[in-house]
DNA sequence: TTGTAAGCGTTATCAC
DNA sequence: GTGATAACGCTTACAA
């Protein structure tokens, strides 16, 4: 900057004004910097901006796992709405690793970055509340808060209760969950909300099957798909509930292979209705989130924390999630069997 | 850091030796500093010790579209790699827009980061070659590099010519590329390397059918599967070789939901082998890029770029398209059709 | 309308 | 081993 002033003949600040109160300096002295500024091909040092105004034009969403399509559509949805408040968005990804969600909070504290949108691998990282203790506001997008911080997610209960109640009016009675690890909220309250289900018809929930897997992909649904597929019929459930939509997948794409017939041997249900889930082998019956609204919204309430400072209320934004059926739970038709 | 030091009662350089020079500060007085740090709960400000010293230990993915589960297999690989050389990675995401390529590319210019990484929405932005002039190591990923950059990318003419000359060996005559749009190296990259295959039998290459398409997503692959599904079978292509999965998926499903059968009345090749074109309605054929191994080789040579400073000398690393065979292009087996 | 100068929170170079 | 102090590149009063 030293030098786009010595270029064009003024003075520090009037480099200054030009770039940030363009009206404030004569006509002909602007374009001179101007000139003198795309001559050298001088960018301005956002550290050294930020480290003098205060804060930065930037918001952060660090995300449980990126290769799980459900998260990229949320995380367009915060870009969309950051956009419009002119915030540039940069996406973390913790490919569901709690060392790397902690390293990126860290990271993100000292960045001093106008928020962060979480969707936490580990929810009970004391830095999820350190960060708006010392001024960092905190959004937690698809988990429940603590006092300190706002969130927007989906009734994840409602929607285990949405997919076993499905299952039941189907009339099946050997039911499994496939899901985990349980460490993640989303994955127990969808438990949970199973096991209310086969409660409420007065079945005993402990009747529920729950096959744990150690992550939420197609490849750990692959691996259940097997363990099931290995059972000998008697014994082997007759419809599955998975956690998401990535264990469904796999889960079906295994039990297929292996000779099981959807739904007629095994009806599946996943969560989230991703984009996947309708193209699969034999489409999805899944539990559907507002995906695109959640990211939305998440921005919104980082937005009213920031605009509003400390006196601030915290806020609880839950979605309702809906059932939508397909073949995968669907009486077979004669080109599906 | 002052109040750090205040609380402590030594002085700033002491507290900063803490943080950097631990060794040499005595033992007692650097516990005493830590218990301020922690009493107070002290974070280090990145942008003031950015703007003291040079450079940050960030590095940015910058992505066409988040949304492709090619590019976040392709950003693991980057994480993976980044992470070894204690880097954090932001991932940018210009969900194929051209103006958010251009903004992110302008504030990771102003942040001064370490390196950026770019699979380019617009390959022809200028500031792909002004941050590099500028001090920003830039590295072309999935896309050929001019003399500014490195690159790291999979012969996409080779691929294009791969699943065509599958599709021909299989007897199909009459054979559409469904892609788009052909501002995308890759795209255009594709269908040239599919007019070639043609060319090598004998076959006039103007024969190709093509179907552009507006972008690489699977609401993209359905709408040009009305299209084809459309046609009189006297006119439609036995064969579509589509630009990506994504479109393939949806152009599968399309084509199966109005009744026709794959690969009986259409053949389909896809391209990336994603992890759900294995899982497809009929698994799918596709071309298989190393996609974890783009992500790592690009961050080795955005270090040996930051590591070798002007003389370095930039490198193009390219890699070979593997052709995976599934139902959607074989012969159809007594399940499948 | 433009120039001057203080200060943002660090780090590094010195003396002490 | 520790404490002053001068940068780093910028913004913003305030003075000219």
Redesign the interface.
């Known amino acids: 900057m030293k030098e786009v002033a010595a270029h064009a003949g003024v003075s520090l600040g009037t480099v200054s004004n030009v770039l940030n109160r363009p009206e404030r300096v004569a006509a002909a002295t602007r374009s001179r910097v101007e000139a003198a500024i795309t001559a050298l091909?001088f960018?301005?040092?956002?550290?050294?901006r930020?480290?003098r105004s205060g804060r930065?034009r930037?918001l952060?969403f660090v995300v449980l796992d990126?290769?799980n399509?459900f998260f990229?559509?949320v995380?367009?949805g915060v870009?969309r709405s950051a956009?419009a408040a002119d915030l540039?968005?940069?996406?973390?990804?913790c490919?569901g690793d709690p060392d790397?969600q902690a390293?990126?909070l860290d990271?993100l504290?000292?960045?001093?970055v106008q928020g962060v949108l979480v969707t936490p691998v580990d929810p009970t990282d004391p830095r999820l509340e350190?960060l708006p203790?010392?001024g960092t506001p905190v959004v937690l997008v698809d988990r429940g808060a603590g006092p300190t911080h706002c969130s927007v997610t989906v009734d994840d209960v409602t929607g285990g209760a949405l997919a076993v109640d499905h299952l039941l009016e189907l009339g099946h009675e050997r039911i499994a969950v496939v899901g985990g690890p349980t460490s993640l909220g989303q994955v127990a309250d969808r438990i949970t909300g199973a096991r209310s289900a086969l409660e409420r018809v007065g079945r005993d929930p402990a009747d529920l099957v729950v096959v744990e897997t150690t992550g939420l992909t197609?490849a750990e649904g692959r691996r259940a798909g097997d363990r099931l597929a290995g059972l000998p019929s008697r014994r082997r459930p007759t419809a599955v509930f998975c956690a998401n939509d990535l264990l469904a997948?796999?889960l079906?794409?295994r039990s297929v292979g292996r000779g099981l017939r959807v739904p007629h041997d095994l009806a599946i249900v996943g969560y989230d209705d991703i984009?996947?889930a309708?193209?699969?082998?034999?489409?999805l019956t899944s539990v559907a989130q507002p995906r695109e609204l959640l990211g939305r919204t998440a921005v919104d309430l980082l937005l009213a924390e920031v605009g509003a400072g400390p006196e601030h209320e915290h806020r609880r934004v839950v979605f309702a999630p809906e059932l939508v059926v397909r073949s995968s739970t669907a009486v077979p038709g004669p080109a599906t069997g």
């Open positions: 091909g960018v301005r040092n956002e550290s050294a930020h480290l930065s930037t952060a990126a290769a399509p990229t559509d995380a367009a870009q956009d540039a968005t940069y996406l973390c990804d490919g790397r390293r990126y990271l504290a000292e960045q001093r350190q203790r010392r197609v997948l796999g079906l794409q984009e996947f309708e193209a699969a082998a034999v489409p």
